[in-house]
């Protein structure tokens, strides 16, 4: 086996462990801590696990490599051990972007730890504008242009997966990139309780105190993290509060809005609000499928020579509508599915290899409900929906309710087949595959089912 393989290989059991850990240690950790490492190989029972800082792996190692352990044992055993790794180059990137010319070293090192590794995925550039993040966008870019501090602190919120560790990435980016003297700490408020109580363990908080309060942007991630938790808090506030003074720039993420934040005090709520406040709404259909186009034209860098047919875009982003990591998680699947068993990505096999997760975002419309407003849009009887008929004027409407039942339930064709007066799953297949056919072809139609589903949706 060449080295490309096991490196693929490496990704693809890391890939299926990652589901499992995210299980494990839940979303917000899993971001944090899990998110930034990778597989690099299993050896003699011996598992390496490349992290991008010192900082990172230490945690890891004392926090997580038991899950880990156990996870990859299931998945690719025996493994007893698991070693990790840093990639010192990564991370003396980020150090150097980070830290002042001439500082002296050992201030240096310990700024390498301190910052989180930034994603290189996260720009910008990548980053899909719709509808329902276009504020938080806006401001985001306008804070990453640098100028003057306008909005202190710029305040991101919205539920998980909306985007908000992507945008603090890429505005954290984005300023090291225009003004490579800033120095930008960005770090999630777990990562800041963590050094703080270390800090406090090791008697360095004047250090601690001092590092945060020479940045010129500070940057935390989901400081929901820190409610109810008392000193950090209290820590929090104090480092917030010389920063404005100073005129720094801070910019903060968080899962809901500053005052719905439980067990955060009210002083910090009040001035968590006190500069800009803006929300990343839930998806919509346009922008999710805006970010599956464009994920799809990275995997195919990945996976060359895929084949994808018609239509499954479109029905991923009607169907998964939680969060764009699920989203995200779903193509990811799917690609590394199909290029597995060497075959196209049809409806079919998105419909078998994303099960599970198609079920969990299921919108529970009937296949009873689909005849009835499909019937009622063409003016047919809903008894030609199961009758014999086979005038096109009845044809046609009977096969888009056939299209739509496929696209919209988790039915298989057998089940729609015996909801349609007992027809054989080849002739719902047949209908289909007609649709699809007919809908890359006629404006018309296509407009009659994007209309039809939106009212199905409602
Ligand atoms: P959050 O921090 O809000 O939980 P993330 O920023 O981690 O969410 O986003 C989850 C995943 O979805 C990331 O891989 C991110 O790149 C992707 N993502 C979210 N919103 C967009 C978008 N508008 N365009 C492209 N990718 C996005
Ligand atoms: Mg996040």
């Excluded at 803006?278 to 805006?290: A, K, N």
Aim: aromatic share 6%; proline share 4%; net charge neutral.
């Amino acid at each position: 086996m060449g080295n490309e393989t096991d490196l693929g290989e490496m990704d693809n059991i890391w890939g299926q462990a990652r589901e499992e850990l995210q299980k494990i240690v839940g979303t917000d950790s899993f971001a944090t801590w899990i998110e930034p490492l990778r597989l690099t190989g299993v050896d003699e029972g011996t598992a390496t696990i490349a992290c991008p800082t010192r900082f990172l792996s230490d945690w890891v190692s004392r926090h997580y490599s038991d899950d880990i352990l156990k996870v990859l044992d299931r998945l690719n055993g025996p493994v007893h051990r698991v070693s990790f790794e840093t990639r010192s180059q990564t991370s003396r990137q980020v150090a150097a972007a980070n830290s002042e010319p001439k500082r002296p070293a050992p201030r240096a090192a310990v700024d390498e730890e301190l910052t989180a590794p930034l994603d290189h995925r996260f720009t910008f550039d990548n980053f899909i504008v719709g509808k329902p993040n276009e504020l938080a966008h806006a401001a985001a870019r306008r804070v990453a242009e640098g100028g003057p501090v306008t909005f202190n602190p710029l305040f991101l919120y919205g539920g998980v997966g909306l985007g908000k560790t992507h945008l603090m990435h890429a505005i954290a980016r984005e300023i090291q990139i225009r003004q490579p003297e800033a120095k930008v700490l960005y770090l999630s408020a777990e990562q800041f309780m963590y050094r703080f109580v270390q800090a406090l363990r090791d008697r360095t908080v004047m250090d601690f105190k001092e590092l945060f309060r020479t940045v010129s942007v500070l940057m935390v991630d989901d400081v929901q993290f820190i409610a109810g938790k008392d000193s950090t808090q209290e820590e929090f506030f104090h480092t917030f509060n010389t920063l404005v003074d100073q005129g720094k720039q801070i910019i903060i993420s968080a899962d809901r809005a500053p005052g719905e934040i439980k067990d955060m005090e009210d002083r910090i709520k009040s001035r968590l609000q006190c500069g800009l406040v803006v929300d990343l709404h839930p998806t919509d259909y346009e922008l999710r499928l805006g970010i599956l186009q464009s994920k799809t034209d990275s995997f195919r860098v990945q996976y060359p020579g895929l084949q994808l047919a018609p239509g499954v875009l479109e029905f991923l982003a009607h169907r998964i509508t939680s969060n764009v990591r699920v989203l995200e998680g779903a193509l990811q699947r799917l690609f590394a599915f199909a290029s597995l068993m060497g075959r196209e990505i049809t409806l079919d096999m998105t419909q078998e290899c994303l099960a599970d997760i198609l079920r969990a975002n299921d919108r529970k419309v009937s296949i009873e409900e689909i005849q009835r407003k499909v019937a009622e849009h063409y003016n047919i009887r809903l008894s030609d929906m199961i009758g014999p008929k086979r005038v096109r004027t009845v044809a046609r409407p009977r096969q888009i309710a056939m299209y739509l039942s496929k696209q919209m339930t988790s039915r298989s064709l057998p089940e729609i087949g015996r909801r349609f007066g007992g027809r054989d799953h080849t002739t719902i297949m047949h209908g289909v595959r007609k649709i699809e056919e007919l809908r890359t072809a006629d404006r018309s139609l296509a407009e009659d089912i994007d209309l039809l589903r939106r009212l199905l949706e409602a």
